[in-house]
């Protein structure tokens, strides 16, 4: 019977850890519900630790309804390029005004079976201390935003 070198059972059994450890520290996404997801993403502003999108770095120039400023930042799924997006991607958009102030944040989350004829988009506006000011099938993010 061949035996195993100590070292190759060694590495095997650190490399199942750290996986396990890297999917355990991913935050568990809620369903359609603007407060958990704000306790999930928005609270200590742990989207902050997301990257940009390649083509938005900082706080850019931006268009209604968002503010002349905005800010974005992606889960690695809302990254990810594929078209469409996959569920679970989120994508953060802070909204400055003309003082460059932040004035709200936006979210944009990927839910299978939330609302298929739109793209199964849940929306979510919140005052800049996290208080939902809008969540849902939003309207004027649906009217912007919707997948043609």
């Not at 568990?28 to 630790?49: C, H, M, Q, R, S």
Request: with cysteine; hydrophobic share 35%; aromatic share 12%.
């Amino acid at each position: 019977m061949r035996r195993w070198p100590i070292y190759l059972i060694g590495y095997l059994a650190l490399t199942a850890f750290i996986l396990l450890l890297a999917i355990s520290c991913q935050p568990k996404l809620p369903g359609p519900d603007a407060v958990a997801l704000w306790n999930v993403i928005g609270v200590e502003a742990k989207y902050k630790g997301w990257r940009q999108p390649s083509n938005w770095k900082g706080v850019r120039p931006s268009k209604s309804p968002h503010g002349p400023y905005t800010s974005i930042y992606a889960n690695r799924k809302g990254l990810s390029g594929r078209v469409p997006l996959p569920y679970g991607s989120l994508i953060v958009k802070e909204n400055y005004n003309a003082d460059k102030k932040l004035s709200s944040i936006t979210v944009m989350y990927k839910i299978k079976g939330y609302n298929p004829t739109e793209g199964d988009w849940f929306w979510a506006k919140y005052s800049p201390d996290g208080k939902v000011v809008a969540s849902g099938r939003v309207a004027v993010c649906i009217q912007c935003h919707r997948v043609r």
